[in-house]
Structures are given as C-alpha cells and as structure tokens.
C-alpha cells in the first residue's frame, strides 16, 4: 500500500538508528511525496529530543526538503504527563514544530509526583504482572486520553491502546471529534476485533505510521495494511493515502 507522506518517522536524535537524511532517502526511494521527523520529546528520561534541537533540525528540514525533493517536516512525538491531561509541548514549541504526534510512553518525568501515582504507576502494574487491566483502570485511562484530546490540538494519537489501556473505539470517536488522526501503528497494534468493527462503523479517520525507528523501516506500513485488508476498512477513512492529511495544526500554505 503506497501512502503519500510517513508522519511517524526516528531518528538518533531520540531513539533511532539513523539521520535525518538517511529516513529522507528511504522515502524518496520508497516514492513517498513528504516525510515528518517526529523524535521523542521533552519529558522522555532517555534517548529525547531537546528544545534547544529545534532549530537546528528546522535548517536539516529545510535543507534535505531542497536537496531531494520531498517535503520534510519536524514534528515530535510528544508524552502524555498528567492525570488532566496535559502534554510537554508548549506553546513557544509550536513555534518551531509543524505537527504533534503523542501519547503515552513509560519512561518520562510527570508533571507531579501525584501524576506518577495516579497516572504512571498504577500501568506499569499491569505491565510487570501481566495481569489484565481492570475496568477501573480502562475507564480512568479513557477519562485522561480523551481530556488529553480536548486540552490539546494533536494531530496524531500515537499507537492507541499500547502500554495504555482504554476504550479504543471511545477515544477514536473523541479524536474524530477534536479532528486528530487515529493512528494505525506499523509497530504496535493492539485492538480487538470488535474495536476495529465499531471504528469502521463510527467511520473514523485513521493515518498509516511506520513509526521507523530504522531508516529502512520508513514508508514501511505492511502490518497497517494487513489491518485495513482484513476489516476491509474504507479507504476513503485513511487520511494519507492520496494526498497530505489534514492536521489541526495545519499552518496556512503549507504544503
């Protein structure tokens, strides 16, 4: 399946294996028309991209879209850092950014101690046990996505359902809502069948992602692809397949 732009894409800037030229390349080859670098962000403890990165990476961005005729864009996958909601983009970032892709990772510092306790701590249980998350959990973990959702314009919702319980199909008709894109992850798909029957049924908008975190990887959808095939999901609700998607942070004409 060929889609038109990688909005997910690593380099080493956070935890990727390659440059920015180096993902480039791989999506000229792969016929790709624009490709977004979206490392970590700020509140990750290890392997992030750094605010005082952001201008530096705009003139890499600018130079490489030149060079090899293909739109780059600098975006950030940013972290979820509050029981309310909050994420670790400011205002001032978006200055410097074009896009936001986020959502929840484990290794990050919170916004307060009592966010670790009511937000962080009670999902790494899950995890370490392997335990099922309880209905309790699911809930409280759908509240804080969708108040994330509202608080902030995502463009992206970054690997739904992983490491995160929720809702699926209640958080996309909340993304539906606010106009974020729905990711369907090339790493980390983690929905039921049910969750895609109702998504299909809500007629969400979905974006295929490589999340690459290896040069070769980007424009690599073929588990998305897989995904879409087998619920036979409506082309028409994939908003990168022909042309740039429309993101709510969309600057005015930008290409």
Same mark, same amino acid.
């Not at 293909?70 to 994420?87: H, M, P, Q, R, T």
């Given at each position: 399946?060929?889609?038109y732009?990688?909005?997910?894409t690593?380099?080493?800037?956070?935890?990727?294996?390659g440059?920015?030229?180096?993902n480039?390349?791989?999506?000229v080859?792969?016929?790709?028309?624009?490709?977004?670098?979206?490392?970590?962000?700020f509140?990750?403890?290890?392997?992030?991209?750094? /605010?005082?990165?952001?201008?530096e990476?705009?003139v890499?961005?600018d130079?490489?879209?030149?060079?090899?005729?293909?739109?780059?864009?600098?975006?950030?996958?940013a972290?979820?850092?509050?029981?309310?909601?909050?994420i670790?983009?400011?205002?001032?970032?978006?200055k410097?950014?074009?896009?936001?892709?986020?959502?929840?990772h484990? *290794?990050?510092?919170?916004?307060?101690?009592?966010?670790?306790i /009511?937000?962080?701590?009670?999902?790494?249980f899950?995890?370490?046990?392997?335990?099922?998350?309880s209905e309790? /959990?699911?809930?409280?973990?759908?509240e804080?996505?969708?108040?994330?959702?509202?608080?902030?314009?995502?463009?992206?919702?970054?690997?739904?359902?992983?490491?995160?319980?929720?809702?699926?199909?209640?958080?996309?008709?909340?993304?539906?809502?606010?106009?974020?894109?729905?990711?369907?992850?090339?790493?980390h798909?983690?929905?039921?069948d049910?969750?895609?029957?109702?998504?299909?049924?809500?007629?969400?908008?979905?974006i295929?992602s490589?999340?690459?975190?290896?040069?070769?990887?980007?424009?690599?959808?073929?588990?998305?692809?897989?995904?879409?095939k087998k619920?036979? *999901?409506?082309?028409?609700?994939?908003?990168?397949?022909?042309?740039?998607?429309?993101?709510?942070?969309?600057?005015?004409?930008?290409?």
């Amino acid at each position: 399946m060929q889609i038109y732009g990688d909005y997910h894409t690593h380099t080493y800037y956070s935890d990727g294996k390659g440059s920015m030229e180096d993902n480039v390349k791989e999506a000229v080859s792969k016929g790709l028309k624009q490709i977004m670098i979206s490392d970590h962000g700020f509140n990750r403890r290890i392997k992030f991209m750094k /605010r005082n990165e952001l201008d530096e990476l705009r003139v890499e961005a600018d130079r490489l879209s030149k060079l090899y005729n293909i739109k780059v864009f600098v975006g950030v996958e940013a972290n979820l850092i509050s029981a309310e909601g909050d994420i670790d983009v400011l205002p001032e970032d978006m200055k410097k950014l074009d896009f936001i892709v986020c959502g929840f990772h484990k *290794i990050i510092k919170p916004k307060r101690f009592i966010d670790f306790i /009511r937000v962080f701590l009670p999902n790494y249980f899950y995890e370490i046990t392997g335990f099922t998350p309880s209905e309790y /959990r699911i809930k409280k973990n759908t509240e804080i996505y969708i108040k994330m959702l509202e608080k902030n314009k995502i463009d992206i919702l970054a690997h739904p359902n992983h490491d995160f319980a929720i809702d699926v199909p209640a958080v996309a008709r909340k993304a539906k809502e606010v106009g974020t894109l729905f990711e369907i992850n090339g790493r980390h798909i983690e929905w039921s069948d049910s969750d895609v029957m109702q998504m299909n049924k809500d007629r969400i908008m979905f974006i295929l992602s490589s999340d690459a975190h290896k040069s070769e990887q980007v424009g690599d959808v073929t588990k998305c692809e897989n995904l879409v095939k087998k619920y036979n *999901i409506d082309l028409n609700c994939i908003a990168n397949l022909k042309e740039m998607p429309h993101f709510i942070n969309r600057k005015e004409g930008q290409a």
